[in-house]
T-cell receptor, first 112, second 113 residues
Framework: GENVEQHPSTLSVQEGDSAVIKCTYS??????FPWYKQELGKRPQLIID?????GEKKDQRIAVTLNKTAKHFSLHITETQPEDSAVYFC???????????FGKGNQVVVIP | DTAVSQTPKYLVTQMGNDKSIKCEQN?????MYWYKQDSKKFLKIMFS???????INETVPNRFSPKSPDKAHLNLHINSLELGDSAVYFC????????????FGSGTQLSVL
């Protein structure tokens, strides 16, 4: 089955700086890649997703880029704020498969 | 007006007991899920139901039995609880499967003593 890995496991950034989290996936048939954010003690929530027919998608301060050849996708957070501190999960899925393979999560800490 | 609600929020119990967690969604979604999040925060799918029918059953001990009386409800019953069952259990729902947005419940923190 699909295997998704995230790097780094923990990332600390100064408030206002940018944060980048990278995920790699193993199955070239995967074509849907969401990112979920989980604040401490809260539920995971979808923040952005991308499908393989595009290479980049933006929503205000967050963006996701996809490199199908290298089988990796990245989450970019610009102008980080303390409320961006959370665990971020990437995931991958393929057409016709109702399984969503999650990565193990990245802890992002924004230092005020 | 909570979209996905699960009860109880906390569950503390002794080894060997049987317990249930309830989940309800008012979004009209066809698909519901149970995920287990361990102490290392890893999110692992346990079960998925579509319109009351089981479509995913991962490698989960048969002490775990999901039940979906209708498409708005997916309950999880756990028999003979073990220490390793301690985790946060999240219910979720989506319209059309995992390739659409998953709406998670607030989680049930299960502690087995």
């Amino acid at each position: 089955g699909e295997n998704v890995e995230q790097h780094p496991s923990t990332l600390s950034v100064q408030e206002g700086d940018s944060a980048v989290i990278k995920c790699t996936y193993s199955d070239s048939a995967s074509n849907y890649f969401p990112w979920y954010k989980q604040e401490l003690g809260k539920r995971p929530q979808l923040i952005i997703d991308i499908r393989s027919n595009v290479g980049e998608k933006k929503d205000q301060r967050i963006a996701v880029t996809l490199n199908k050849t290298a089988k990796h996708f990245s989450l970019h957070i610009t102008e980080t704020q303390p409320e961006d501190s959370a665990v971020y999960f990437c995931a991958a899925s393929m057409e016709g498969n109702n399984r969503l393979a999650f990565g193990k999560g990245n802890q992002v800490v924004v230092i005020p | 007006d909570t979209a996905v609600s699960q009860t109880p929020k906390y569950l503390v119990t002794q080894m060997g007991n049987d317990k249930s967690i309830k989940c309800e969604q008012n979004l009209g979604h066809d698909t519901m899920y149970w995920y287990k999040q361990d102490s290392k925060k890893f999110l692992k799918i346990m079960f998925s139901y579509n319109n009351k029918e089981l479509i995913i059953n991962e490698t989960v001990p048969n002490r775990f039995s999901p039940k979906s009386p209708d498409k708005a409800h997916l309950n999880l019953h756990i028999n003979s609880l073990e220490l390793g069952d301690s985790a946060v259990y999240f219910c979720a729902s989506s319209q059309g499967g995992v390739r659409e947005k998953l709406f998670f419940g607030s989680g049930t923190q299960l502690s087995v003593l």
